[in-house]
């Protein structure tokens, strides 16, 4: 399958298409609206907010982003990408965001920052909430994933959610929209197991 | 969060991985992409990469480009000389999650901040060599090429600026003679924030497990000898 990768001259590209290709799907870097296909969208990590977020409206991909999530197109966040799903970021001064999942996203608390692995699993059979993971006959991710950050998401909403014994949210699900705070692309086996599960 | 095992690696301006021992000799070890490929097949946690970056030459450059063409997924960190021109070329697509210092470290806050805005605190490391003399540390400097005194102001800023460093045991690098942790008399930094290197052994491993250190980066070893990373961690 063919994956959108938002390529605003910011993020670990490499490494996205690097785990795209490792999952037999076809990376198309985007670098503005109109290179946009229907399939789903990866927004890449390793940046700050507030350049990012210039960068995707200067492209003017922030509304196309929030139009095509709101459509139900699949959006995959990743780290940075998943911290701009909420509505604002403390880094930068402060940062307005997309606004996909209610919530914002914080320092960690007392200035740390959290690198490292962290176990990961995950059983679509066991979702209650309204999540869109495509029929597949794997249902179930069980390994470990790596994290490399500062800040943290806090949500304001219901949505499928694990929250790590430090507080910080590893990962939220939400019909089509799926951010996660760790490092996919960097979690060997583990990253490409859950690319597959999601598309 | 896990202990993590990590694997350090010394590409020369050729592109190529080399072995090194004691800080004294040098011998080529084989191309960096299977070196790569061998090492994420192994799952170690991390890779430090230590590569000639300083002054940006072209062929240092080109080892850059070429090191994101090589597909792994293991985080991955890279130093040895990062200057103000490497920090663009990294930070332009970073296929490198961490950013590793040494000379600047005494000499260059202005990078390092530059550094912090551009990757982040999460991203920086200091790689710091020792080596111990007459109940002394002494920790290298690469632009001075020597093995200096430091006062505990060293440690102070280390703290402020960097999220993680590397302790390097220089005496015992590529060896197997046993990491020397009489270094912590002289260190002043979060302990859970530490990784060593040099000379490491397994009691050495299950040692700073218990010290509850954030890891181990292995040197030569990893890719001489048979033995399971998931084991060690």
């Known amino acids: 399958m063919l994956v959108n990768i938002i390529d605003v001259g910011l993020g670990n590209i490499s490494s996205i298409e690097h785990w795209a290709k490792n999952c037999q799907h076809s990376p198309k870097r985007i670098t503005n609206a109109s290179q946009l296909t229907n399939d789903p969208i990866i927004i890449p990590g390793v940046a700050s907010a507030g350049e990012y977020m210039d960068r995707l409206s200067g492209l003017k991909l922030d509304k196309e982003i929030i139009r095509r999530c709101q459509s139900g197109q699949k959006i995959i966040g990743i780290c940075l990408g998943f911290q701009i799903m909420t509505n604002y970021s403390e880094e930068d001064s402060g940062v307005r965001c997309l606004g996909l999942l209610n919530g914002t996203t914080k320092y960690i608390r007392d200035k740390k920052t959290h690198n490292g692995w962290e176990d990961f699993k995950i059983d679509t059979r066991e979702v209650k909430h309204d999540v869109f993971f495509p029929k597949k006959v794997t249902k179930k991710v069980d390994g470990r994933v790596y994290f490399n950050h500062e800040l943290t998401v806090e949500l304001e909403e219901d949505v499928y959610t694990h929250i790590l014994s430090s507080g910080i949210a590893s990962y939220a699900f939400k019909n089509n929209i799926f951010g996660v705070q760790f490092h996919p692309e960097k979690s060997q086996q583990t990253g490409v197991d859950l690319l597959n599960l999601l598309i | ?233």
């Open chain 2, 1 to 233: 969060m896990s202990f993590r095992i990590g694997a350090t690696v010394l590409i020369d301006r050729n592109g190529r991985a080399i072995q090194s021992y004691s800080f004294k000799v040098k011998r080529i070890l084989g191309c960096i992409k299977y070196v790569l490929s061998f090492l994420d097949a192994y799952k170690v946690d991390e890779i430090h990469l230590i590569i000639p970056l300083k002054g940006r030459s072209n062929r240092a450059s080109k080892v850059l480009l070429e090191l994101k063409d090589i597909p792994i997924s293991t985080p991955l960190s890279v130093g040895g000389g990062v200057d103000s021109n490497s920090l663009i070329e990294i930070t332009r697509d970073p296929y490198f999650e961490r950013l590793i210092f040494n000379s600047a470290i005494f000499d260059n806050n202005e990078l390092i901040e530059q550094a912090i805005l551009k990757m982040g605190h999460q991203a920086m490391i200091a790689s710091i060599p020792f080596i111990l003399e007459k109940d002394l540390i002494k920790i290298y400097n690469s632009k001075m090429n020597k093995f200096i005194d430091v006062t505990e102001n060293f440690w102070e800023n280390l703290s402020l600026m960097f999220n993680e460093i590397i302790l390097l045991d220089a005496d015992a690098e590529g060896s197997k003679k046993g990491f020397n942790f009489e270094v912590f008399r002289f260190v002043n930094f979060p302990m859970d924030r530490i990784l060593i290197s040099g000379g490491l052994t397994k009691l050495d491993i299950n040692k700073a497990k218990k010290m509850k250190l954030a890891g181990a980066s292995l040197d030569n070893i990893t890719l001489h000898s048979e033995f399971s990373i998931k084991e060690l961690r």
